[in-house]
């Protein structure tokens, strides 16, 4: 029965909502659901929500509200030319303190610091106990004149004991914001005198005591506030960063591992913690903690870490592979391209790094990194033409630099072509880097074409056999000299040292080429 009762009173309203609207009515009724259609959409931050603000304001153009709804969304947005557009809402608003902030945040956008503190001094005349404009009016005041600023906080907080704390971490922030460092100090001691167990004030003295390097009071501080209970991530961090200063690594590790543990991206835990993992030689849980830093994604110079971590643990395919991805990610960034393409240079894939130097050379045409090892690439390739191109133009900007130069020796040398040519290079390098062993070798090797073998066997023997121990090619270059000054003992112990153990044949096989 009650069911039916209600049906009745619902049929009976629905007739009557379906009688026909006046025009008024039906103009009143259009603004009504305009403005709860731009009301939603400024709640849930919809872009259209100027639109629907405007088509309001289309049925009512002299709603004061309305148009400082409309400033009010333009400023959240930086889009103070709309803002202008309406803001002589303030007209129709006067005894309104909402409006008069609006307005005030308005004025302070267009560069009006007078006018917007006077806009703020009355939305506070009108409403004093509304401690929202109060501190709004307190940041715009300590931004225009901090010591006026200072003294009306000191005012309030005598007047108002129940906000002092906060009143005095407010000038505390105001004067570390204008490095204003002992002022600021002073502040947020009398805040933590009042209430000693609010975080916030005690992260000011942190903020004061890191920014004047006083670090110790800054560890302390920090101490303090992790026996209250107050631990984050940044807490921490700040913490493991002073026993990096003092060379604690132990204890910065573990501080580190905290903070990771309290926030898994955090990015200067995980690029510590990496580090630590590097010199301990651990580089696939260095690749872990880059990886789940926040910023890996987005982050061009930690993905080349970890392909240089790759390399390290000699997975050239997986190395390779994170410098492609890098270098696809960030085409715009000369290194991730640069390092790619030594990287192909590294695994004799020749022609491929030369493609992707070739449009690098063309956008940077003054990095001489770049141009130098295009060059590698072509010499490999033996485009002598064009890598001889390259390194005239090179040396061009640069005439003194060494590398291009030995580069175009060596290449001579090789060939056999141009010594004479060749040797002016070589001794242009030298004289600018003489103990390059590189340089040495190619000086060496400059000789031995030469048939200057005696000469040749001076200069290489200046390079220690651990480093020929480590480079086939030099020591297999001393062999050939020693050979040719028929020193078959000194030829057989540089070829057995370039070998590196290899069996005969493959030894055989590799010093043939280098030959």
Known sequence: MKRYGLLCVLLLAGSAFALPLSKEAQSEAQLFADFLEAAYAQRTGDPARFELLQRALSQSPDSAYLKQQLVSEALVVDNVKLASAYVDFIDQAQDDPEAWVVYGAYQWRTEHPAQALQAYEKALELDPDDERILFQYISVLAAADPHKAEERLVELARSRPAIAPELYNEIGQMYLFHQQYPKALEAFNKAVELEGTNPQFRLGRV??????????????????????????????????????????????????????????????????????????????????????????????????????????????????????????????????????????????????????LAPLVERFPKNQEVRLQYAFALEAQHHYRAMEEQLRTLLGQNPRHAYALNLWAYSLAMRAERLDEAADYIAR???????????????????????????????????????????????????????????????????????????????????????
């Open 207 to 356: 903020a004061v005591y890191e920014r004047t390097s006083q670090y110790f009071l800054m560890l302390h501080e920090l101490e303090e506030l992790e026996k209250m209970g107050y631990v984050t991530a940044q807490t921490l961090t700040q913490m493991a960063s002073i026993f990096v200063m003092v060379k604690d690594f132990p204890r910065a590790q573990e501080y580190f591992l905290r903070a990771k543990k309290l926030e898994n991206g955090n990015l200067p835990a995980n690029y510590f913690l990496a580090l630590f993992a590097e010199q301990a030689g651990q580089y696939d849980q260095a690749i872990v903690y880059l990886q789940d830093s926040s910023d890996y994604k987005t982050s061009s110079a930690k993905q080349l870490q970890v392909a240089f971590y790759q390399q390290k643990l000699g997975q050239e395919k997986q190395s390779l592979a994170t410098l492609k991805h890098a270098q696809q990610q960030f085409p715009d960034e000369i290194e991730p391209t640069y390092f790619y393409a030594v990287a192909l240079y590294d695994q004799g894939a020749y022609p491929e790094s030369a493609r992707v």
């Open 429 to 515: 390098a030298l004289a600018v880097n003489p103990e390059e062993y590189s340089f040495i070798d190619t000086q060496a090797w400059v000789y031995f074409k030469q048939g200057k073998y005696a000469q040749a066997a001076d200069v290489i023997s200046a390079i220690p056999e651990d480093v020929l121990a480590e480079n086939a090619e030099m020591a297999h270059h001393a062999a050939y000299i020693y050979q040719a000054l028929k020193d078959n003992t000194k030829a057989k112990h540089f070829y057995e040292l370039g070998c590196g153990g290899k069996s005969a044949t493959a030894c055989l096989k590799e010093f043939k080429k280098i030959r």
